[in-house]
């Protein structure tokens, strides 16, 4: 099938199916042109949360997939592909992170939504990059426990004051694969240049940037800051909406320490297409389940991160 009758037959079949498509921003573009809502992982959670569709085609990766099952037991879930995972979600493995737990009694458990659906039934809230900060002030007078993302773990505790906080050691493959040396040529080269970063980075990098925000923040900068030009430190995906929203300013993609690779681009991200999202739509598989014991105890963190 020709890209133009893959996008055709997936307007069809969402019609068909009363099928929502929800994507995140670091989906490939033709995706996320076809997509009813496209967002960060507080933006599509809560997009979840309110749908009337039957079923949700989720374009992103497995944990936001799971999420959605989670809000929503009785709709079908697909996803493009099974095998998209996320190197924190996968870097924190249910079982070993309950015999961490163990370590910190009397500990609140604050969860980056970047993990499974079984280290969320462990974690007392969820938190996304979005709310991350306000959410460990709300907790103040308590014990923080934080993962699995140790630099955004980092950032929040620098931003909420909260040394005590400790930290999972996980990382994004992507974000901690920026160079603060080729960064700093960059920045060298255009001056007028404002780094923008997402908080999963590295602070090789935050401590470069102008603003670090979660990608809904990161576009809502470049569309609204009277700078011309920005340098963004986060997954490349993002470079399409945030094109859209400020046209004609120039975005540039912070460079990786390896020059070889495309290690800006999220390789489970990238694992969808339009012919996976297509035939996705027509079998209505593959599905994401999560076990309804799991399910409720995670529902309860979720929910107080929707609040």
């Known amino acids: 099938m020709t890209e133009q009758e893959l996008e055709d037959g997936i307007l069809r079949l969402k019609q068909e199916k009363n099928a929502v498509i929800l994507a995140h921003y670091y989906q490939e573009s033709e995706i996320q042109d076809l997509a009813d809502f496209v967002g960060d992982s507080l933006q599509l959670s809560q997009a979840a949360a309110k749908t009337q569709a039957d079923v949700i085609a989720f ?12 809000l929503n037991p009785t709709k079908v879930v697909v996803v493009p592909d099974l095998e998209a995972g996320c190197s924190l979600a996968d870097g924190c493995p249910a079982p070993v992170f309950a015999r961490w737990l ?12 970047n993990c499974s659906a079984e280290v969320k039934a462990l974690s007392d809230v969820i938190c996304t990059s979005s709310n991350a900060v306000k959410i460990v002030k709300a907790l103040a007078d308590q014990k923080i426990v934080f993962a699995p993302d140790r630099y955004l773990g980092a950032f929040v505790k620098k931003q909420a004051g909260r040394d005590d906080i400790v930290l999972w050691q996980g990382t994004c493959i992507v974000h901690e694969a920026f160079s603060e040396r080729r960064l700093l040529e960059l920045m060298a080269k255009h001056p007028d ?32 800051s009277p700078k011309q030009t920005f340098i963004v430190a986060t997954e490349a995906g993002i470079l399409h909406k945030m094109q859209a929203e400020a046209p004609g300013k120039t975005l540039i993609a912070a460079p990786p320490e390896d020059e070889s690779c495309s290690c800006n681009m999220c390789p489970h991200m990238r694992r969808n297409t339009l012919e996976k999202l297509y035939l ?22 979720i929910q107080r991160m929707l609040e």
């Open 59 to 70: 374009c992103g990766v497995h944990f936001m997939a799971e999420t959605a099952k989670i």
């Open 193 to 224: 240049a404002a780094v923008i970063a997402h908080p999963e980075c590295h602070e090789g990098i935050l401590r470069h940037a102008h603003h670090v925000a979660s990608t809904s923040g990161l576009i809502k900068y470049a569309k609204e």
């Open 102 to 113: 163990e370590g910190y009694p009397g500990h609140t458990v604050v969860s980056y939504i």
């Open 280 to 301: 996705c739509l027509r079998d209505l598989k593959p599905q994401v389940d999560v076990p309804e014991a799991i399910r409720v105890r995670a529902l309860q963190p």
